[in-house]
């Protein structure tokens, strides 16, 4: 299992960040299809950041839960 850190969650807050500039861009705006495919995958990159911060948020305790456990 991948440990996700906080680097890998700035990295995904820097790819919404892009995506949000080129929704706003005249070429974007211009194009519904391309519009739809770049709303979808802004939701989808929404929801990994999501996932990114629970895991981190729960790393400490799945460690001590491993820790605990290779010790019996």
């Known amino acids: 299992m991948k440990e996700y850190t906080l680097d890998d969650a700035q990295a995904v807050a820097n790819d919404l960040s892009d995506i949000s ?10 194009n519904e299809a391309l519009q739809a ?11 990994h950041l999501q996932s990114l911060l629970s895991f981190i948020q729960m790393q400490p305790t799945l460690k001590a839960e491993q820790i605990h456990q290779s010790l019996n």
């Open 37 to 47: 495919i770049i709303w979808e995958r802004l939701q989808s990159q929404i929801e």
């Open 21 to 30: 500039l080129f929704l706003n861009s005249t070429s974007c705006r211009e």
